[in-house]
């Protein structure tokens, strides 16, 4: 029989795994609360779970696993983020990042693959190209290992790292039922979110199966001929296709859409730009974020505060609610489109006793 990956199971899969014990409902929640919620290190701890048969306890102790992600390294920014490189025994490394807010909570942002495909032009970790797509576990993990040596709780997850976690649709959902259930994570599904950077067909499934996690859409550029410089998506679905998409997902959803915007001086902050903007997305209920890019490499710089005034005051005639969404960790490179395995600057922090 082939090993149990107890954390690569939601609940639906669990059950199915065990179906040939004919546990009860109870016994599988028991077993994945132990896994998820309280973060079980060993198979004992496992087996420790109340409410379980014998046999059942006997089948998991002999054909679970639990497998784990080596942390590398971590990294203190200067405003409180922290990085993390984790290392996975199905190989490759790849990053999270600890987000605070305020000093109440922590929000983690995950990666979904190693490497990713979309190659977006100031984005380092579309430089690495596509690796392989993480499994479900190795998402989770990520948060499981944060959660464990965190000094606050963690209520909020976004899909914002390494990848586009709708091309890596079924693990990444998964995970997020994982993170969102009761007996797992208790992460409310409404404070996890997959950002895109357009892929259609993925938001089109997202919708059909109406799943309860938010959607962030990137854009940069309403026009087509500059979205498609930074953003090669456009030239596979172009901008039309995803701009029905935000609009049938606000609809469904009754409430605006996320449309991130990221920021480059002298290439998409002009009056061009928002009429563009305004055109394109007439009618569509959004807010619109607006993040500096972040791009090590030196070749798209972020707008100064003059230009970035300026951009601002001609989006007012949107008429749609604007928001400057900060992208920390700038000095240890976890900003928005820095990921890509490196490790530098900050202050090398020391696992704390758990």
């Not at 070749?299 to 989006?315: C, G, I, M």
């Not at 960790?329 to 600057?345: E, S, V, Y």
Request: aromatic share 8%; glycine share 8%; charged share 25%.
């Amino acid at each position: 029989m082939d090993p149990l990956n107890l954390k690569d199971l939601d609940v639906d899969g669990l059950t199915a795994a065990l179906a040939h014990l004919s546990p009860t409902r109870t016994a599988v929640l028991k077993l994945f609360a132990s896994v998820f919620a309280h973060g079980a290190q060993t198979m004992e701890d496992v087996r420790g779970a109340k409410q379980v048969t014998a046999a059942v306890r006997d089948h998991v102790q002999e054909h679970g696993t639990l497998p784990r992600l080596t942390v590398v390294e971590r990294r203190a920014a200067s405003d409180g983020f922290v990085k993390y490189l984790f290392e996975s025994p199905l190989g490759g490394r790849f990053e999270a990042v600890r987000i605070p807010l305020f000093e109440e909570k922590y929000v983690v942002c995950v990666s979904s693959q190693v490497g990713c495909a979309l190659a977006c032009d100031f984005c380092m970790t579309g430089k690495l190209g596509f690796q392989r797509n993480l499994a479900s576990w190795e998402i989770v993990d990520q948060v499981l290992r944060i959660r464990a040596e965190a000094d606050r709780p963690v209520r909020g997850v976004v899909f914002m790292g390494m990848g586009e976690p709708l091309l890596n649709y079924e693990n990444a959902t998964r995970a997020a039922r994982i993170l969102c259930h009761p007996a797992g994570l208790a992460i409310s599904g409404r404070a996890i979110t997959f950002s895109t950077a357009g892929w259609v067909p993925g938001i089109r499934r997202f919708l059909r199966e109406n799943l309860p996690y938010r959607l962030a859409f990137s854009v940069t550029s309403a026009i087509p001929e500059k979205r498609l410089k930074v953003l090669p998506v456009e030239k596979t679905w172009p901008l039309p296709e995803l701009v029905d998409c935000i609009r049938d997902y606000a609809v469904s959803r009754r409430e605006r859409a996320m449309v991130a915007y990221v920021c480059i001086s002298g290439f998409n902050m002009g009056e061009e730009d928002v009429a563009a903007l305004e055109r394109t997305f007439a009618g569509v209920p959004m807010k619109l974020d607006l993040i500096d890019v972040t791009d090590p490499t030196g070749v798209y710089q972020p707008p100064s505060a003059v230009e970035l005034k300026a951009f601002r005051d001609l989006l007012q005639r949107l008429n749609v609610p604007i928001a400057r969404r900060y992208s920390g960790g700038k000095d240890i490179d976890a900003a928005c489109g820095t990921l890509a395995g490196t490790q530098r600057g900050g202050q090398v922090l020391q696992a704390p006793a758990v």
